[in-house]
């Protein structure tokens, strides 16, 4: 909705199916040329800075004007703005000025008892930012056609065509940059924003890595925009722009189904990349060596695909449960630390160590239980972590029961089935509801180690199975299809 002039507390507001009543401190908050959203999810009102919506609504228009001119850009300019894109980032000189900014992010939000985890521009982060903009500089110029199909005087085929203006939202991940620019092979064109912790990371990358290569390269210099505000309401008035092809939102749960409700009041397309968290299914017949190495490398760092919750049988719990804690803490071992477990009640006796661990949360050191007893209702929780491995671990007496557990509590997202017999394999796969199933670490989950094609983001099944693509978006995934026909007899008709 936009601004009501009139809007005062006490008002009645009809949002979605909900009537809300306006609260003073809300209606106190307008200012003359602020817009107002009704969201239905959660059925809130928010508020609109007049400042924000007309940067969002410039930095759309760019980008509208910019996908025009994508059409004259060949497939060597998009890879000259990858080749030097690369180049740049990897300029000791030009990263410096980056690594200053992404420092003072980090002391920043540190300050704040923020988490730094993913905020952190490291060496290998840096390292894998070049590689995904060197993946799509590899990719070769290939034929937009899809399929052909031949009549007698004349043929129709298919041709992927580019989409659009996406608009991006992503957490405080500056790596995410790097698969963001993926848009333009496909012949897209971005507007994105990026959480407020990793805002000045991001606009250094813009105006010594982005900007630079787009120029040089002769690309549209509006065609990647970054929405320089640390407002949250700059996310809801880009993805509430009916002028955008698809809506991309990564970050926490209840922040990435709002925005997905925006957009889709909007009647703007959405991918949508929450909730994670991964499962473990371990057969009776698992071989403990293996079930001992996946588990230590699904905990080597939390991002959504890491181990969340681990379902072993109860007639091997005296063996495996030692053994599954033993490899988490090797995985913490590797920065000085030991696991924080989470489990049944009958798995409790097998723990072999007890005693209250040290745990680095984002707001300091805190002495925490070793092992904390759960019961199946806590099932569904996605446990965050920062160096301290936490995971759940839960006893079943089947690999049934474990699929029942995953499809009523988990995000229903990835799973791996640990086993020596091929029917609990089957068992996983036809059973489970997700989109992603192995047989070993969870960590494989991603789209640059996986498929070679920097990710946009991982899609989960908690909210009904996707709809004609996979659930890892990358760059070149946003296209539409359009049909060309070809008449060799003028004499066809219906």
């Not at 894109?85 to 002391?107: I, T, Y």
């Not at 993913?118 to 390292?127: G, H, I, N, P, W």
């Not at 509801?433 to 989960?460: H, I, K, M, Y």
């Amino acid at each position: 909705m936009g601004r009501d002039e009139s809007l005062r507390a006490g008002d009645r507001v009809l949002v979605g199916t909900t009537l809300l009543t306006v609260d003073a401190e809300f209606a106190s908050s307008l200012l003359p040329g602020d817009r107002v959203l009704g969201v239905a999810a959660g059925s809130v009102l928010r508020r609109i800075p007049s400042g924000v919506s007309a940067m969002v609504d410039d930095a759309m228009s760019g980008a509208v004007e910019a996908f025009a001119g994508m059409s004259s850009v060949s497939h060597d300019s998009v890879t000259d703005f990858y080749r030097r894109a690369g180049d740049l980032l990897a300029d000791p000189q030009v990263f410096a000025v980056v690594r200053e900014a992404n420092e003072a992010d980090v002391d920043s939000a540190r300050s704040r008892g923020r988490s730094t985890t993913r905020l952190r521009l490291s060496d290998s982060m840096r390292a894998g930012m070049i590689e995904a903009l060197a993946m799509w500089r590899d990719i070769p110029d290939g034929s937009t056609a899809m399929s052909s199909v031949s009549h007698e005087g004349w043929s129709v085929t298919e041709h992927r065509a580019p989409l659009g203006v996406i608009g991006f939202v992503f957490e405080g991940r500056p790596n995410v940059f790097a698969d963001a620019t993926g848009v333009l092979r496909g012949g897209n064109t971005v507007v994105f924003r990026i959480g407020s912790d990793a805002l000045g990371t991001a606009r250094a990358l813009m105006a010594n890595v982005v900007e630079p290569a787009l120029a040089a390269a002769g690309l549209p210099a509006r065609s990647v925009r970054l929405l320089d505000s640390a407002e949250h309401a700059a996310g809801w008035a880009l993805f509430a722009d009916p002028r955008l092809a698809l809506a991309v939102a990564r970050g926490s749960g209840p922040a990435v189904t709002e925005l997905g409700s925006i957009a889709r009041q909007a009647g703007n397309p959405v991918s949508l990349h929450g909730t994670g968290g991964a499962w473990m299914v371990v057969g009776e017949s698992a071989d403990a060596a293996r079930l001992s190495s996946v588990v230590e490398h699904s905990l080597d760092r939390k991002v959504c695909n890491t181990l969340n919750v681990v379902c072993l049988p109860v007639s091997r719990a005296a063996e495996l449960v030692p053994l599954v804690e033993r490899a988490a803490d090797r995985a913490a071992a590797t920065r000085g630390l030991r696991a924080r477990i989470h489990a049944s009640e009958a798995a409790l006796p097998f723990f072999v160590l007890r005693d209250p661990v040290e745990v680095r949360r984002a707001d300091g050191v805190v002495l925490e239980p070793r092992v904390t007893a759960a019961d199946r209702s806590s099932l569904g929780h996605e446990f965050e972590w920062e160096e301290n491995p936490e995971f759940r671990v839960e006893l079943v007496r089947t690999v049934k029961e474990a699929v029942d557990l995953f499809n009523a509590h988990s995000p229903r997202f990835i799973v791996s089935c640990v086993s020596g017999d091929d029917a609990d394999h089957q068992a996983v796969w036809s059973g489970c509801d997700a989109p992603f199933v192995g047989d070993g670490f969870t960590r494989w989950v991603d789209g640059q180690f996986a498929l070679l094609r920097p990710e946009l983001g991982l899609s989960n099944w908690q909210d009904g199975r996707l709809f004609a693509r996979s659930a890892i978006l990358s760059g070149d995934s946003g296209f539409s299809v359009r049909l060309r026909v070809h008449q060799d007899d003028p004499g066809v008709h219906r």
